[in-house]
């Protein structure tokens, strides 16, 4: 590691002054890629901006919406039941990452400002509909999920700016969400496809709302929009599934790499889906949500 | 520039001067001595820099000291009270768990954290507990074994 | 002899407590004052010719204490540019990226890092030969200009052989090519009633210890350095140092530290000339370890094959012939063994064939130099030959693990090269898991309710007990304990067992013994930890060491009470006589005979030396269960068992121990491991996330039976434990997930996606 300054502020408006000034500071919460980066001199950084001491990052609540500050580790996420119960997604997703210990490190907010294209909580957050807080010295921006990646590796975050917090709404009776992933690794591996999904139904088990997306499948976490609009007004039959699953594996752009060929990669989009489907399925039929 | 960090290890006080870049095994072992906690990639991979930090197992190869402020860190040099052994490591012996001993300390603090937030686990559990540990000498038979048999003793303690 | 007491006592590890105690000494534990950083600078290009190199900037960085190029390696008379462990700084080329082109040592890391890149190389790449088949064409670049090697040296000389070759059309990159044949090939292909024939590949991988090679240097005296160094024979590292440096013997202390394991990936120590190196330059110790990423691009790893085999049977199940071609990829230098050949001799020692013919080559890529790794190229062997035979079984509708029973070639058997098998444990090794609940039991379904499908599998695999020369000293100490003095390194528990046989040899509990390891400055010779010899060489020393001390102890009691020797026993407690227990000496009092002004009597100590050992061959067997998703090909491991013939158990806690330890490496390489290249010679996946070593979720229990056949002369009956472990699993996890998915897969690792393209009839990407 190159030597670098060492910002450390104890409050956001303070933090938030600080990356005004210097906007090359890299904004440091779990450390568990930052800190590979720079060991590796794959990154050179002048500045990093620990976001430790920063109490409004590290908030939750759940007060109708779920407010999940950046800094909360995927860990404290992936442990509490309420999360376990309405956002079940999320609560996987943040329980596979890494190992116990890189769990209690990584950040929710370093998961997705990391912009792997296999970040284990961004397919759960964007089922889930999450809203992205966006925080500078000049003021506050949400922005949905959808439109916050733009490439492996990179956001529309600006230098100056943060990520507060993840906003998801209320959570419905009948509604339940899934997430699935493949890897070759039973421990400790990372997603060579991973799917979300989340069912809202009525009483009769109709399928009222639904959304999928994908992690790894794409340059960025997506929605597979075609493949979500086939779901509305249906009941999930098996037959429906394939179509489903099918129609996600035509949306997603997977690519060739050392984890497995695109060909595997939109195979696995479809047999995923359709795993997810029924894990949001499940889930919907016995969930009783929030109660308003 | 140079940090003044205060914390605690194994439950001493310690108050030094740190550069940024040093991180928290680079500490505990260049500046504190304790070398029980290893580098085995420095990548947060293996598992063998564990220790525990407020509790709760970290790979302090990934975090920064000056991150470590005002902290509660546990070493594989905690665990032994009074000359007595936690009964992780009571057990590994008697089970053969430990063969090289380079992953070791990091399988006792993954092991007693678990145990301390679950005291009777699976051995599903067991094993998620340990998938941060790379073991390669054991093929963690034996390692899952002696968590097993500590958990008995545990209970009747 | 005494009554056994020790051999086949389940003991814990004598240094057990110091490393639940994180108190063991590893090697980059060693703190010296004013210690340096050692860094590598490695190549980026896997072949490159080195125009030139300027250290300067570096050298003006402040906190930089030396930097050192291959100018600065000094000229000796053994230097051979053909050698992997002459390599460890690239001189005018570069043949493998991750070589190392220069070092520096600093104050701190930063300051090394920094120096590192300050460091101007002018590299002209040269073209990069990716792959062995590349590589064996007439018109292939040459990996390394001085890459030609005449191959007919160390061949099965006894053997059938043939050059078919002609010299003049080999490229330069294969350095060894042997063809082993007997009997009618064609013919006896021709009276076969099944024949199968496939090609099967296997990847480089990784020994994966989990500590890093670490090394400290520190010249104490003008002409003097010391080294601690985690390595797997004190001998074999000062021997490195001594050939590449010109550094005479007596002049390197070498400490050989706790080793935080080495499979055969720490044989010679590899970077211990750097830092020695360094040191000199800098006049201050350094400290060098490896980072994660340089232990897989510049360490060395396991070499990759391409093994085409073809097999022949009778209705019967009878074997009949066995052709093939072995195609070793062993990377940029020559390895230390004819891998090819290795695997040549596996393949006709385990089964009787009518004939055979098995060509093999050795050829070299820019690829980082393959070392050994565990029962080397066995796994390799054993999963082409073991896939053939449960291909057979299948096909004929025979028992896979009767098939076997009946081809076993056995004591007085005939060996490819005319000479007779020794006893083997082959057949009690399949007797043990044909009596298994996981073999008794009927074969799972093939589709369960679940949707998953399952198979069980077979595998068998050998290893040749490595056969070395040893030395040890047994010293009776002042309380009375017997101080076993050895310069070997504790890789596998070994020092645990030679206690238990020492006391047994003395007649007295373990708690008597002391061991101390010693540097080769204290202790006699003893061999590298490696090829499952120590227990069957050091122990032969150890016992022999232990004998002589107690005959002393006994002949010295005898004139001191005055009895014959006959008449004692010794335990404890010390030497009385046996029909008079009150006629007695206690050890502490013999001791201070030997101890004393004008004394009577010299001290007593024993020695063992022992000379090469006959070969006790080792077999182990596995069965494996898996489940198989069928819709993303996802094997899971549900069951795995796995017999071995240890000969005698000397401490079965130990032996299980390390058995299981050996089947996961060999589960990890069926299923998951494999160190990736580009076609520019660049490693793609360097570190444990992307190299794939099973974590504890991945591993079921592991169940081990220990056998013990005759055989050999090892210490009370000793087999080499500690290689035949890895190799068995591989096939028996490829047989299973074949029994699951109804076809083969040839290619390691079983990858999910491999499974999925062969259920599915998909060609490979
Ligand atoms: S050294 Fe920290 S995880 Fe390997
Ligand atoms: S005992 Fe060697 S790595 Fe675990």
Redesign the pocket.
């Known amino acids: 590691m190159n030597r670098f300054d060492y910002l450390s502020p104890r409050n956001l408006a303070e933090a938030l002054q600080m990356l005004s000034v210097r906007p090359e500071a890299i904004p440091l919460a779990g450390g568990t890629d930052i800190l590979v980066q720079m060991k590796e001199r794959s990154r050179h950084i002048e500045a990093l901006l620990s976001l430790k001491r920063v109490p409004e990052l590290h908030q939750y609540s759940l007060n109708g919406t779920l407010t999940l500050g950046s800094a909360l580790t995927v860990g404290q996420i992936a442990a509490k039941q309420e999360i376990q119960r309405d956002y079940t997604a999320l609560a996987i997703g943040s329980g596979l990452i890494g190992s116990v210990q890189i769990r209690n490190m990584a950040t929710l907010g370093g998961n997705l400002c990391n912009a792997a294209p296999s970040a284990d909580t961004a397919p759960p957050l964007l089922v889930l509909g999450a809203e992205v807080v966006i925080a500078s010295h000049q003021g506050e921006r949400v922005v949905p999920l959808e439109t916050f990646f733009l490439e492996p590796g990179r956001t529309i975050l600006q230098p100056t700016e943060l990520v507060k917090e993840i906003v998801l709404s209320k959570s419905h009776t009948r509604t339940g969400s899934f997430y699935i992933r493949h890897t070759p690794r039973a421990g400790m591996d990372i997603a060579v496809v991973g799917v979300a999904a989340a069912i809202t139904l009525n009483t009769n088990e109709i399928i009222l709302n639904a959304r999928l997306a994908l992690g790894a499948a794409a340059p960025v976490p997506m929605r597979a929009v075609q493949a979500e609009a086939l779901l509305p007004g249906h009941r999930l039959t098996d037959e429906l599934l394939r179509e489903v699953g099918k129609t996600a594996s035509q949306e997603a752009e997977p690519i060739d790499d050392l984890r497995a060929s695109a060909e595997y990669r939109r195979h696995l989009v479809n047999i995923l889906t359709q795993r997810a489907l029924r894990g949001a399925m499940a889930k919907a039929k016995s969930n009783q949500g929030y109660q308003e | 520039m140079e940090y003044k960090l205060n914390f605690s290890v194994n439950k001493q006080p310690v108050d030094l001067l740190v550069e940024p870049h040093q991180t928290l095994l680079e500490i505990l072992r260049d500046n504190l001595f304790l070398i029980g906690t290893k580098d085995g990639c420095g990548t947060g991979d293996c598992g063998s820099c564990t220790v525990l930090v407020d509790g709760e197992p970290v790979c302090a190869c990934l975090m920064l000291a000056v991150e470590a402020e005002g902290q509660e860190v546990t070493t594989v040099e905690g665990l032994v009270t009074d000359s007595e052994l936690h009964a992780v490591q009571k057990a590994l012996i008697a089970n053969g768990g ?7 300390p990091g ?1 006792l603090l993954s092991s007693v954290a678990l145990l301390t937030r679950n005291p009777q686990p699976s051995e599903v559990e067991i094993r998620e507990a340990l998938a941060g540990n ?5 093929g963690y038979d034996k390692i899952v074994r002696a968590v097993q048999e500590a958990t008995k003793e545990l209970e009747h303690a | 002899m005494p009554e056994t007491r020790s051999i086949g006592q389940p003991l814990p590890r004598v240094d057990a407590m110091e490393k639940v105690r994180g108190q063991a000494i590893f090697a980059a534990d060693i703190n010296l004052p004013q210690t340096l950083v050692g860094k590598l600078l490695t190549s980026p290009h896997a072949h490159a010719e080195i125009l030139s190199i300027d250290t300067s900037k570096a050298e003006a960085l402040p906190g930089v204490r030396a930097v050192i190029t291959a100018a600065d390696i000094p000229e000796v008379d053994t230097y051979d540019p053909d050698h992997r462990l002459h390599a460890f700084l690239a001189r005018q080329f570069v043949v493998f990226a991750g070589q190392p082109v220069a070092a520096v040592a600093a104050d701190d890391l930063p300051t090394a890092e920094t120096a590192l890149e300050l460091i101007e190389v002018e590299y002209r790449p040269l073209p990069v030969v990716y792959t062995p088949q590349e590589a064996i064409l007439p018109d292939s670049p040459a990996v390394s200009r001085d890459a030609y090697r005449d191959s007919s040296a160390a061949a099965d000389t006894t053997a059938e052989t043939e050059s078919d070759v002609a010299k003049e059309e080999k490229t330069p990159n294969i350095f060894y090519q042997q063809v082993i044949k007997g009997g009618d090939v064609d013919a006896a292909f021709a009276e076969s009633d099944v024949v199968v024939e496939h090609t099967y590949t296997m990847p480089t991988v990784h020994q994966g ?2 500590e890093p090679h670490a090394v400290i240097a520190f010249w104490d005296r003008a002409d003097h350095v010391t080294v601690w160094e985690c390595v797997q024979g004190a001998f074999s590292g000062r021997d490195f140092i001594v050939k590449t440096l010109g550094i005479t013997p007596t002049n390197i202390t070498l400490n050989s530290t706790e080793i ?2 080495g499979f055969g990936g720490k044989i010679d120590g590899l970077f211990a000339p750097l830092a020695v190196l360094l040191a000199k330059k800098a006049s201050r110790p350094v400290k060098l370890i490896l980072t994660r990423r340089e232990e897989f691009t510049s360490a060395n790893p396991a070499p990759s094959t391409t093994i085409r085999l073809k097999t022949g049977a009778k209705r019967d199940g009878k074997l009949t012939a066995l052709e093939g071609e072995i195609l070793v990829d062993v990377g940029a230098f020559p390895l230390f063994l004819n891998a090819s050949f290795n695997i040549q001799w596996l393949m006709l020692h385990n089964y009787k064939f009518q004939a055979w013919r098995l060509e093999g080559q050795d050829v070299l890529t820019n690829k980082a130099s393959a070392g050994a790794f565990r029962a080397p190229v066995a796994v390799n062997a054993a999963f082409a030959i073991e896939s053939q035979l449960d291909e057979i079984a299948g096909l004929l509708d025979l028992d896979p693990l009767a098939l076997r029973l009946q081809n076993l070639l056995l004591q007085d058997d005939l060996l490819p090269n005319k000479e007779a098998q020794v006893r083997v444990g082959s057949k009690e090794v399949l007797a043990a898991l044909a009596e298994h609940s996981s073999w008794t039991s009927a074969p799972p379904t093939r589709l369960g309710d679940d949707g998953l499908l399952r198979g069980r599998g077979l595998g068998l695999g050998s290893w040749g007990s490595g056969t070395q020369t040893a030395s040890a000293i047994a010293i009776l100490e002042a309380d009375g304990k017997i101080r076993i003095v050895l310069g070997t390194v504790d890789l596998t528990g070994s020092y645990t067992s030679l206690a238990q046989i020492a006391a047994e040899a003395l007649g007295v509990s373990v708690k008597q013994l002391v061991m101390t390891k010693a540097s080769p400055d204290h202790a006699p010779f003893a061999p590298v930890s490696a090829g499952s010899s120590t227990i069957y060489s050091m122990g032969g020393a150890v016992k022999e060491a232990a004998l002589d001390l107690r005959s002393k102890i006994l002949n010295r009691a005898a004139q001191v009470l005055q009895v014959s020797e006959v008449e004692l026993a010794l335990n404890d407690e010390g030497v009385f006589v046996s029909a008079e227990p009150e006629k007695s000496r206690t050890l502490q009092a013999l001791y201070e005979m030997g101890a004393t002004w004008f004394g009577e009597y010299g001290p007593l100590i024993g020695l063992g030396s022992v000379t090469q050992r006959k070969p006790a061959p080792a077999f182990a067997g596995s069965i494996a269960e898996v489940t198989v998703d069928p819709e993303t090909g996802q094997v899971t491991l549900t069951r795995l068992v796995i017999a071995q013939d240890v000969g005698k158990a000397i401490n079965p806690l130990s032996i299980e121990g390390q058995i299981q330890g050996g089947a996961a490496q060999s589960v990890g390489m069926a299923l998951w491991e494999e160190v990736m290249y580009d076609e520019q010679g660049q490693i793609l996946n360097p570190s444990l996330l992307d190299y794939h070593m099973p974590t504890a979720m991945d591993l079921p229990m592991v169940e081990t039976i220990l056998v013990e056949a005759p055989g050999g002369d090892g210490p009370y009956g000793a087999k080499g434990v500690g290689e035949p472990p890895i190799i068995p699993s591989v096939p028996a996890v490829a047989n299973a997930v074949s029994a699951a998915i109804g076809t083969r897969t040839c290619d390691l690792p079983i990858s999910p996606e491999r499974v999925w393209r062969a259920l599915h009839g998909k060609t490979t990407s």
Do not use: D, E
Request: charged share 5%; proline share 0%.
């Open positions: 430990v063969q090289c001993g380079f992953c070791t399988v790379l073991c390669r000498c054991t | 210890y989990v935080g394991g």
